[in-house]
């Protein structure tokens, strides 16, 4: 017998998750479908020794039923909760992620969407599985080794210390939202959130910027503040928000469930993204690599709408801007005529101002706005993008375009260019006609 080894009939599990359609309107309990969401995504996938398949796909289909008897399908309502796509990267559906031997680093499927191509490639990661076990490697969970400590675990001093002399001005006083873990030494239920609180402080810490922070205070030390906040029992878990008062964490106690609800305190908080105008080749550069994907108007040129027009246009840009921020994408605009090559490379070409592009700079692919520059136009558009609809094209050349340096707008009305008076005072006439002549 392989020990540790899944077989196709029992311990392969396929996991689809659903943008759009809601589990419980595809799925009944006789179905075998689990439904997955933070609260038990932990326990289910990441604890697990089985091999998962993990789709996040939008809008549904019911080739699932395929592998029902055949493996074990599961699904993840991810219009419900968004926070699991945002915490495996998945930026466009469909998606299909492998969770085999290491469950924190999932392998991403490339594979076409057959049913026979997403089996082969489920058997093809259980022979590694196996072919590792036999050679001596642990393979499976990784779990133990993190709650004891193991570099996976995440990183102690990410973990912030408060005391009653700092904890007004780190956490009171901050921009950023907290999460402060009151604890007492000798609690065993505070001794294993331990290890899950650690490694969350890692993973928000860095998928934040560090505008999510985790702290923990020993009310048996600190008992003032223990005092102020109404701790009775522990662990207590409350966040911090500039300005608020505190508000008791209602969650689960998972890792996966702390950085969800942290990822969501931080889309709440974060400020709406800056709307930029494309001045040179790194303000494109850095915009479009450094989110996953980046809007882009082009307007009409100054002196066909003036200043009230043009503002009237970046207005919209920004109410979008404001209403997607949770998608943290790149916000860019450029005048018509000022980025010929960016506007070839995106078919936009010299007409049809105002236009708008989105870019996934990572795959080289655009799509265009079809329908009309306004709010209604551009939130079909983006709502569109978000569950993976709508046509793409490749970017012109297969890279970002050249950008050249141009000035900023002023902000003012244009000016059409002072044509020179010529002054023909010392120009004979009659001699321009003899030499004609």
């Known amino acids: 017998m392989w020990i540790g080894a899944c077989t196709p009939a029992t311990d392969c599990v396929l996991v689809c998750s659903f943008t759009v359609l809601s589990v419980h309107g595809m799925y009944s309990a006789s179905d075998d479908v689990i439904e997955l969401n933070p609260s038990n995504f932990n326990r289910e996938v990441l604890q697990s020794d089985s091999l998962w398949l993990v789709e996040f796909y939008a809008p549904c289909r019911m080739w699932l039923f395929l592998f029902v ?206 709307l930029l105008e494309i001045l040179n080749q790194d303000i494109l550069k850095k915009t479009c690599e450094d989110h996953q994907l980046c809007v882009i108007a082009v307007l009409p040129h100054i002196l066909d709408t003036g200043a009230a027009g043009r503002n009237g246009y970046l207005e919209v840009m920004m109410k979008m801007a404001e209403k997607y921020k949770k998608k943290m994408w790149g916000w860019l605009w450029t005048e018509a005529g000022a980025q010929m090559e960016l506007e070839s490379s995106l078919g936009i070409g010299g007409f049809g101002y105002p236009a708008m592009a989105a870019i996934n700079s990572r795959k080289m692919k655009f799509a265009l706005l079809k329908g009309s520059f306004s709010e209604t136009g551009i939130h079909e558009f983006l709502r569109d993008l978000s569950v993976g609809r709508g046509s793409t094209s490749t970017v012109g050349g297969g890279a970002l375009p050249k950008i050249h340096t141009v000035e900023a707008w002023d902000g003012k009305d244009g000016v059409l260019p002072v044509e020179d008076d010529i002054d023909l005072s010392d120009v004979d006439l009659d001699d321009l006609e003899k030499d004609e002549l």
Not at 192 to 199: D, H, I, M, Q, R
């Open 69 to 274: 008897g055949i493996v074990k399908v599961g699904a993840v309502d991810a219009d419900q909760h968004k926070s699991l796509g945002g915490q495996y990267g998945v930026r466009g559906f469909p998606t299909i992620k492998i969770f085999g031997a290491n469950k924190h680093k999932p392998e991403e499927f490339q594979g076409g969407r057959s049913s026979q191509a997403i089996v082969d490639a489920a058997l093809n990661s259980l022979r590694s599985i196996v072919k590792d076990r036999l050679s001596g490697k642990t393979g499976g969970s990784d779990h133990s080794r993190q709650s004891s400590g193991g570099s996976s675990g995440g990183n102690k001093n990410d973990v912030i210390e408060l005391t009653d002399d700092n904890f007004d001005q780190m956490v009171l006083n901050s921009d950023d939202v907290w999460l402060v873990e009151f604890f007492a030494p000798w609690c065993g239920h505070c001794k294993n959130l331990e290890p899950e609180w650690t490694a969350a402080a890692s993973q928000v810490k860095e998928q934040t910027n560090g505008r999510v922070k985790l702290g923990t205070v020993d009310a048996t030390v600190h008992q003032g503040l223990a005092s102020r906040y109404g701790i009775r029992g522990f662990p207590t878990i409350k966040i911090f928000r500039k300005g608020e008062e505190p508000e008791d964490y209602q969650g689960g106690r998972t890792r996966s469930d702390l950085v969800a609800r942290a990822l969501d305190l931080y889309s709440d908080n974060a400020p709406p993204p800056e």
